[in-house]
């Protein structure tokens, strides 16, 4: 049972129960998901895999175990698979019923995998592809059993060296599959040994790419295994070609025969979701154009025919190559009779739910709007042709619900995990949204989030609030790590801005921040907070601060040495970039080429003009600069190196490091710290502080 918290802090923040999203059941009538809760009092997490009756809301756990993930369904009746870590290295694969709640080990595998999908060949087989590491001689690898070397170096002579928040090893991600048989006469299950589908040594492909692919990177259907991997003749640092591949497969070869390339013409950058059509003939899914934009637009594409990989159609494309749809297609899902695609996509803020027809020929019109609020992180469909979406927003960390794609308006709640805010306090009279004149001739688009105890006749400080990138963009969606709605309920108003660079507001806005961090975007914030100043009479701009996390987090450092800098009372850099002449540094090098047009031998001027280093003079106000030593997106030398200015020049400041986190804090005891860190250095110069000391 939830229980409502009397006010929305940190650690309700962060031991509220966290949902996956929703699977259903072959009948439509259940379905699974997982659910974990951290407890700051007895410091330790606990998950279960449970199920919820969509018609009616109750839920059931399945098992509670911090060690069983992935539950999918078997196809058939209510049986659910899921897998369960076990001794020395090894996974379970675990058999349950749904109804009865019975379970028993059917398998064990020698490694971690994860990610399952099944697809039915016949009344007796199911076939289930998983993901996990290969070793070089393509078997399953196994931590706890690898021989461990006596020395501690590692030697590259290639690219990457280590990639997010990990050195690469010579171990490569895999898709692995194989068969599951009933037994004749019995109900008991024969499940052979993992095969690895890319074992092809020619081709030496990896997937899901890392570093965050995963079940997304490939699909499987009776007809065989669809993938995505990176191109491995070039330098997987400096671009992003990342192909797409067919393997047809009976699964019972005692190999798995080449991988099939499918073309794709002039779109040669990142490939995305692919999806099988419900009869396995068609392929549904997304790639972009260029080869180093990791943020390019994504084309909707189809393979109408799984035995013709030459054709491959693309949706509204036009003769200029820039395509007929401005927005950025993500996740893709076949209506059950195959004939409409339904796709997601941010705009303006939200994470939206499209349909269009599965034919580019027939598909003239843009796609239909069928979700226009919150934002839609899932979407499954059901045996009736209605869609299963997992969804949040700005107040509700997780919505369950079913919505009638033939009549958007018809939409049911199956369960709100957060009771539509109540759980956390919070209503969604709290969020409104302004528009305001950008730095040219553009509009900009914030959301505003007020106080649960907003009174229209008080004034409140500011807290502006940069988002990182820099292609992404404020959504009306729930967070754990930048929730505005943490920052309102200790007496801020919360604005934000989605500037030049952010996603979800057409293609022309995104680019314009190319070879131009410190230009447009810095402006189009000047004037945001200048329409804050002469429209918003309930904020106090004269306590205002700001805070950011990466390309975020370079704002505030540009912010710092700039006329903005001297508006706001305290600043927070989260792993932001402090000299972008460093920008070799990190792991992904396609990224500053890009942003930067070209490389550093290139364009240095480029990557000078755009260096907060430079400004280092004009820093003045109180900063908070928190810096993680596994972010090698961008190294800890960037959080050290202003910290040291700041500190040389008598400028309040303070440091806060992680050891063992990345470009982000997950672990809840260090979040909980890096939220009292936050909060309380911007309470104190806002005078927040003061006013929760008097009780004000």
């Known amino acids: 049972m939830t229980i409502r918290a009397n ?15 929703a699977v259903p059941s072959p009948d439509g009538k259940l379905a699974l998901y997982t659910v974990s809760t951290y407890s700051f009092e007895s410091h330790s997490k606990t998950s279960e895999i449970r199920v919820i009756d969509i018609r009616t809301g109750q839920s059931k756990p399945l098992v509670s175990d911090v060690n069983a993930s992935d539950p999918i369904w078997l196809t058939e009746n209510n049986s659910v698979l899921w897998f369960q870590g076990g001794e020395r290295g090894q996974t379970h694969l675990v058999l349950a019923d749904a109804e009865t709640l019975n379970n028993k080990i059917i398998a064990t595998f020698d490694g971690a995998i994860s990610n399952p999908k099944v ?87 990896e997937s899901p790419v890392p570093p965050f692919g995963g079940s997304s990177d490939y699909d499987i259907s009776k007809n065989g295994l669809v993938f995505v991997a990176k191109d491995p003749k070039i330098d997987p640092s400096n671009f992003t070609k990342t192909d797409l591949y067919y393997v047809p497969l009976k699964f019972t070869e005692s190999h798995a025969p080449a991988p099939q390339l ?47 990989l030459t054709n491959v159609q693309e949706f509204y494309e036009t003769a200029d190559g820039e395509g007929g749809w401005d927005l950025r297609p993500e996740a893709i899902a076949f209506s059950k009779d195959g004939r409409e695609l339904y796709v997601s996509a941010e705009e303006n803020g939200r994470g939206k739910l499209f349909k269009l027809s599965s034919s580019p020929q027939h598909a003239k ?61 919070l209503s969604q009279d709290q969020v409104d949204e302004i528009w305001f004149q950008g730095a040219e001739d553009y509009k900009v688009h914030a959301w505003v989030v007020k106080p649960s105890y907003f009174d229209i006749s008080k004034k409140y400080p500011l807290a502006y609030l940069i988002h990182g990138g820099p292609q992404g963009a404020w959504n009306e969606s729930w967070s754990t790590r930048w929730n505005p709605a943490i920052f309102a309920e200790q007496g801020y108003v919360v604005v934000t801005p989605n500037p030049t660079g ?49 390309y975020g987090g370079y704002m505030i450092n540009w912010i710092q040495g700039h006329t903005l800098g001297r508006k706001f009372k305290a600043l927070v850099t989260h792993d932001g970039v402090f000299s972008t002449l460093n920008q070799y540094s990190t792991d992904e090098l396609f990224f500053p080429i890009e942003e930067f047009n070209g490389t550093l031998i290139e364009n240095r001027a480029g990557y000078e003009k755009w260096d907060p280093a430079r400004y280092i003079d004009n820093w003045a106000t109180p900063h908070l600069v928190i810096h993680n030593e596994l972010d090698y997106r961008i190294p800890i030398s960037e959080g ?28 809840p005891e260090n979040s909980l710290v890096w939220h009292q860190e936050v909060l309380g250095w911007i309470n104190k110069y806002s005078g927040i502080a003061a006013e929760q000391e008097t009780g004000f």
Do not use: C
């Open 7 to 21: 006010k929305f802090t940190p650690e309700v923040l962060l031991s509220a129960p966290r949902r996956s999203a």
């Open 119 to 205: 697809t039915r060949l016949d009344s007796d087989t199911i076939a289930l592809a998983v993901t996990g590491l290969a070793t070089p001689s393509g078997h399953l690898y196994n931590s706890e059993k690898a021989t461990k070397s006596h020395s501690t170096a590692k030697i590259y002579s290639s690219l990457f060296v280590r990639h997010w928040d990990a050195y690469v090893t010579e171990n490569k991600n895999t898709i692995w599959y194989t068969t599951l048989k009933k037994s004749k006469g019995k109900s008991s299950w024969v499940v052979e040994p993992l095969k690895n589908a890319l074992r092809n040594k020619s081709l030496n492909l």
């Open 262 to 308: 499918i073309k794709t013409g002039n779109l040669k950058g990142y490939s995305n979701s692919p999806v099988f059509s419900p009869d396995a003939t068609s392929l549904a899914f997304t790639r972009m154009r260029n080869v180093q934009y990791e943020s390019d637009k994504p084309r909707l594409l189809i393979a109408p025919d799984i035995t013709d």
């Open 365 to 425: 019109a843009l796609p239909q709007t069928l979700v226009q609020n919150g934002s839609v992180s899932e979407f499954k469909v059901l045996p009736d042709g209605k869609l299963l979406l997992s969804s949040s927003s700005l107040i509700d960390n997780s919505i369950f619900s079913v919505l009638d794609p033939s009549d958007p308006t018809d939409v049911v709640t199956v369960s709100s995990n957060a009771k539509g805010g109540k759980t956390f306090g």
């Open 502 to 550: 952010s996603t979800g507001y057409g293609m022309a806005l995104q680019n314009g921040i190319k070879d131009n961090w410190g230009g447009r975007p810095y402006l189009d914030l000047v004037k945001g907070f200048e329409y804050i100043e002469a429209n918003l009479p309930y904020v106090d701009t004269s306590r205002a601060v700001a805070a950011g996390a990466s």
């Open 640 to 667: 050290l190196a202003p910290f040291n200015v700041l500190q040389t020049k008598g400028i309040e400041s303070r440091f806060l490091t992680f050891p063992d986190e990345n470009h982000w804090v997950l672990k």
